[in-house]
C-alpha cells in the first residue's frame, strides 16, 4: 500500500439524474430531473473524489449545478457542457461554472480497481459525470437523457 490518494469528501449520487453532485455546501444544487438534487442516498453512501495527479486531469465543480463536469478546454458548450442551473439572458449561463479552488482527478479506464465503483461515464452533451448502469440513463440538461457515447469508463471512492 502507498500513501493514501487525497481526496476531496462531500460528494453524492443523485437518483433523479443519476449525476454526482457536491452536496457539502450552503449553495443550491440544481438537477437536470427538476429542482434540487435528490440527497436521499447520501445517507447511504458518498464518495470522495481525487484532489491529486491521480486519474485524469481537468474535472470541476460547477458552482452554478454542484455536479462534477469535465472542461475540454475554450469557451462554449461543446467545450464546457450544458448545465441545469436556470439560465440567464447571456449565452454563456448555459454552461458550467468552475470553482477553481479545487482541481480534480477522476479513474479513467481502472477497471480493475474491485476498491472503486465502477459504471461511471461523461456525458456528451453536458460533460457531467453520471452512473450509466441503470436501465436509464438519467435526465440530461441537453433535453433527453445522458449519452455515454465516445466515454471513457470512470470509476470513483466509496465511503
Ligand atoms: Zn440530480
Ligand atoms: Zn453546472
Ligand atoms: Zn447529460
Not at 97 to 125: A, P
Not at 135 to 151: E, F, I, L, V
Request: glycine share 12%; charged share 20%; with cysteine.
Amino acid at each position: 500500500m502507498g500513501a493514501e490518494t487525497k481526496r476531496n469528501r462531500g460528494w453524492a449520487w443523485c437518483f433523479k439524474c443519476e449525476c454526482l453532485f457536491f452536496i457539502d455546501t450552503e449553495w443550491l444544487s440544481y438537477c437536470p430531473a427538476g429542482g434540487a438534487h435528490d440527497e436521499t442516498f447520501a445517507a447511504t453512501f458518498m464518495y470522495g473524489i481525487n484532489t491529486e495527479q491521480t486519474g485524469e486531469s481537468g474535472w470541476w465543480r460547477c458552482v452554478r449545478c454542484q455536479g462534477l463536469y469535465k472542461d475540454n478546454g475554450g469557451l462554449g458548450l461543446m467545450n464546457t457542457g450544458e448545465c441545469p442551473a436556470p439560465q440567464g439572458a447571456s449565452a454563456f449561463d448555459k454552461v458550467h461554472s468552475c470553482d477553481q479552488s479545487i482541481r480534480y482527478f477522476v479513474e479513467k479506464n481502472n477497471t480493475g480497481d474491485q476498491t472503486l465503483q465502477q459504471g461511471w461515464r461523461r456525458c456528451r452533451y453536458c460533460h457531467l459525470l453520471f452512473f450509466s448502469g441503470h436501465s436509464t440513463q438519467g435526465k440530461c440538461a441537453k433535453g433527453a437523457t445522458h449519452d455515454a457515447t465516445d466515454s471513457a469508463f470512470y470509476s470513483i471512492y466509496v465511503y
